[in-house]
């Protein structure tokens, strides 16, 4: 049995943190995103000092050597130290201003060792970015086992309460590391565990199915997802010809293209962003007994999604929006959680279930046939300490595994299996890439792997090499009862080499109908909306026309909805449509969840009751979510008062889709910048006798269109009027108190979005 890592909290301990930083506005006890760890000085300081420690929110990885040994030092042991300013040897230096130069106007000479140092490290700091998952946001966490999964898998971190340390990388696929995060993609959700028995990566992504049933095809799909080659664009998204060109023709990758098109390919935020293995896995007992699996992870806050304007606003608003809701979480308190959860299958010679081919990663199992058993609770609880040095070095691997866990032979994770390590050699300049620190085993190392680049190990002994004997035969084999690790033995039936995919790879419609069926008639209008702007953007009329042809295979409405969009003919199908049971557990409707979390903006002005502003404020803090006060100008309402309130966003800065809901602290009137001159959202400027300002209208008329909650109190429906709102409306509510609109605007956020407020076409059903 493993023993529990030494981690900075259980998961128990985490929960009363998370009660006690919300209470007081997270853990620094103001509203998140400070960017250091102290306040700074008017002047330049000049007394010469230590670097400040990092931030409460923050944790680098935990200290082992390059071999898995546990360091005795806290992880702030590898972060720069002294007060003076030094060369990488540690020679303090008196000027980093000036070049060395024969005379204040001569020329630069070559002996200047710390200009070319500097230089040449500059140089060199960015490695290449990785092909796909460029862009990304990680955090460090803790993993604590139910054991429930021990009836299934001698893996020892999945033993009843055993803790492991993670490290988890949340990515978009298409993007370069300088693209916006709210771009409809795929996102890649990576986690690392650092068992006792060695390092565990489930590389996963948050839509369950892939593009493509063979690795070999994976160059094909990302070179057509990606910018065309003579111009590079478009940058970061699907709307364009050569994707549609790629997936149209290889209709394999219908259902994969269906989920993106879906809800699914805008999340709200990775914290409600479920996540999926995709391939089937096999577990092995203590006994030797398999049983094959499909990974998933489950949010705690329930999953939810952006509406498509709300992610074309962000990205030119925010194109950080994912990676900084992410970070604010954590250093709010409000410590982002899943389950994770197996989906269970006997492990028979066939490696079906139900009819559905297990080793087919573009199929599911639906939930209904198959429930997700949950195993454990990952929470993510510290931000990384250095980008580059965490979130941009990690290194994961499908290869990564542990006793009790095995792959299986489907063709698109064989190709993973030997893709991963060999992009790390690229990226990561050699084959050393396990001794980066975020990478680092917390299990003893030793490999007789020696030298290459960036070895920072130095191993001892004469002998690297089985059988020895000058090393006195070490190290030593280790047989399963000492934790080896050993393939399960698969009877691999007689057959001619060949270059074919079996035949129940073939269907490629029936899933794809399933999901659609199985979503709502709201999910049903986004799919089709999704679909007319992607296909709007493309070039060519005939890649437009076949991809019309594939999704009358998938559904006679949905083809005719996006022809009449593009202007096009609707074809029929080639045949009749798969006869299949929709799955309720697909949509993303239906369900209430936490609000944790969640971003309340209360827009008030100095005219507004403070009292009910701070007495609200204080509220949205008890219950998990993170207030954030809007007016005029920043700095404080109240001034004057003994407790005044801090302004967070102005009605320049704020946008609407910054928020989960609004209140309405009476009809603030229009501030000073209130023109278009200064500010193009106040349009025309404010009209004469107008009472509320115009960029407030618009953030009300926004948030209405997106179907957020709106509650006020005092003189709200003055401004809500004047957006145009009727305030009769599902989800809008003026109510008599602060208390009372909070109340209502927390129970709508339970669903996500109040729907009800806009009618989907009358023969959606």
Known sequence: MEESHPVK???????????????????????????????????????????PAPKPDQSGPQAFTATGQAADVPPAARAQGGEYLTTAQGLRLVDTDHSLKAGPRGPVLLQDHHLREKIMHFDHERIPERVVHARGAAAHGVFRAYGTASTVTKAAFLAKDVETPIFLRFSSVLGSRG????????????????????????????????????????????HAGKPHPDREIPQAQSAHDTFWDFVSLHTEATHHTLWNMSDRGIPRSYRTMEGFGVHTFRLVDAAGATTLVKFHWKPKAGVHSLLWEEAQLINGMDPDFHRRDLADAIEAGAYPQWELGIQVFPD??????EGIDLLDPTKIVPEELAPVQP??????????????????????????????????????????LFSYLDTQITRLGGPNFAQIPINRTHAPVNDMLRDGFHQTAVHSGVAPYKPNSLDGGCPFFAGQQEGGYRETPVQVPAAGKVREAPASFADHFSQPRQFWLSLTPVEREHVIAAYTFELGKVYEQAIKERTLRVLAEIDPYLCEQVAQGLGLPAPKSAGPLPSVEPSPALSQLGRTWPTTGRIIGIVADDSSDLQAVRAVRQQVLDGGMVPLVISAAGGLLGADSSDPVTVQRTFATARSVEFDALLLAGAPAPGKDAYGARDAKAGNGTPAGALTD?????????????AKPLGGWANAEQALTAAGIDTAAPGVLVADSGEAALQEVVRLLGQHRVWERFPTAADIV
């Open 694 to 706: 115009p960029r407030v209208l618009l953030m009300l008329s926004e948030a209405f269109r997106h």
């Open 375 to 416: 195993v454990g609770l990952l929470t993510l609880n510290a931000n990384p300490v250095n980008y580059f040095a965490e979130t941009e070095q990690v290194a994961f691997h499908p290869g990564h595994l542990v006793p009790g866990i095995d792959v299986t032979d489907d063709p698109l994770l064989a190709g993973r």
């Open 9 to 51: 909290e259980t998961v128990d301990k985490v929960i009363d943190t998370v009660a006690g930083a919300v209470s007081g506005g997270g853990p620094s006890g103001t509203v998140p995103g400070r960017p250091g760890s102290e306040s700074p000085s008017l002047d330049e300081p000049t007394e010469p000092r230590e670097p």
């Open 348 to 353: 028979t010679p066939e490696q079906t279930f």
């Open 179 to 222: 693209s916006a995060d709210t771009v409809r993609d795929t996102r890649g959700f990576a986690t690392k565990f650092y068992t006792g028995e060695g390092v565990f990566d489930l590389v996963g992504n948050n839509i369950p199915v892939f593009f493509i049933q063979d690795a070999i095809k994976f160059p094909d799909v990302i």
